[in-house]
């Protein structure tokens, strides 16, 4: 899979990361448990611009990723 556009080499500050702080990839999707993004999306986070952060998430949310509840235990 190759990510959507976007990646700049710089670091947007816009739009904030979809990271829970439970970290662990799910064999059977490849996404994070936590926040829905791939390995890959997880990695390019920092570098990409608000478009490509904003692409990652309608990506999830229209995969129906649910976070866990704020209290999980990761």
Known sequence: MSLPAGATGT???GVASPC???CRIEPATGWCAGCGR???EIAAWRDLD?????AILARI??????APPADAQG
């Open 11 to 13: 670091a947007a500050a």
């Open 38 to 40: 791939t390995l890959e």
């Open 20 to 22: 829970t702080a439970i």
């Open 61 to 66: 949310a229209a995969s129906g990723f649910e």
């Open 50 to 54: 608000d478009a490509g952060r904003r």
